[in-house]
């Protein structure tokens, strides 16, 4: 079945630094979704990339959709305290339904 | 401001007992998601249904789980009997589906289920 995983699983960086998570699947995929979910909360969505190549951004946050649509990347620049969280990838299949998620990248910003 | 609702937001049950979980997904959405998250697992996608109809419910141990959605207001997923190994946070999420692509899925606060 479709596996979609990510790495790294943790990330502790100083404040002010960049970071930046990836994620690869086994089968293409038809688009990929990014979710943010802070500690004792539950995901809250981030953004949707449906396009080969595609790059959107969202102030200090750069998401990326590879051109094969097989793998896709998050990067914050310059994380601050409120970056805090794990960041989740979930990616759907053509022709398929389903939206399964890597593993989380958690990130920890030390101020 | 649409949300979805879940309950019992915590739940605390002997091994053995049944467990219903409920979610109200936000009107309008046709898509409605049922994950379990564990610390060693992820979030594990268990059944889904469109427009009410389940689509797939692989991810679920079928001899003890089971997902319905009674009508479009209501989901629910019940174990029976429950074991200490299901202690997990359980979230529903909801979302709309257009030609095939998922658009952004609204998650639940979760229900936090232990098993003693």
């Known amino acids: 079945g479709q596996q979609v995983m990510q790495i790294p699983q943790y990330q502790h960086v100083q404040e002010g630094e960049d970071f930046t998570t990836y994620c690869n699947s086994s089968?293409?995929?038809?688009?990929i979704q990014w979710y943010k979910q802070r500690p004792g909360g539950h995901p809250v969505f981030l953004i949707q990339?449906?396009?080969?190549?595609e790059v959107k951004k969202q102030k200090r946050l750069t998401f990326q959709f590879g051109e094969a649509k097989k793998n896709s990347s998050l990067h914050i620049t310059a994380t601050q305290t409120t970056d805090v969280g794990t960041y989740f990838c979930?990616?759907?299949?053509?022709?398929?339904?389903?939206?399964?998620f890597g593993a989380g990248t958690r990130l920890t910003v030390k101020p | 401001d649409a949300r979805v609702t879940q309950t019992p937001r915590d739940k605390v049950t002997e091994m053995g007992q049944e467990v219903t979980m409920r979610c109200q997904p936000i009107?309008?959405?046709?898509?409605v998601f049922w994950y379990r998250q564990t610390m060693m697992q992820g979030l594990e996608l268990l059944a889904y249904?469109?427009?009410?109809?389940?689509?797939?419910d692989s991810g679920m141990p079928k001899d003890r789980f089971s997902a319905e959605m009674p009508d479009a207001t209501l989901a629910t997923l019940k174990i029976q009997p429950s074991e200490p190994r299901d202690s997990a946070v359980y979230f529903c999420?909801?979302?709309?589906?257009?030609?095939?692509?998922?658009?952004?899925?609204?998650f639940g606060q979760g229900t936090r289920l232990t098993v003693v």
């Open positions: 009107l309008g959405h046709n898509t």
């Open positions: 979930a990616g759907q299949r053509y022709n398929n339904n389903d939206m399964r």
């Open positions: 990339l449906v396009k080969s190549g």
């Open positions: 249904f469109r427009n009410r109809a389940p689509l797939d």
């Open positions: 999420a909801s979302g709309k589906t257009r030609e095939g692509l998922n658009t952004e899925a609204f």
């Open positions: 089968t293409t995929l038809s688009n």
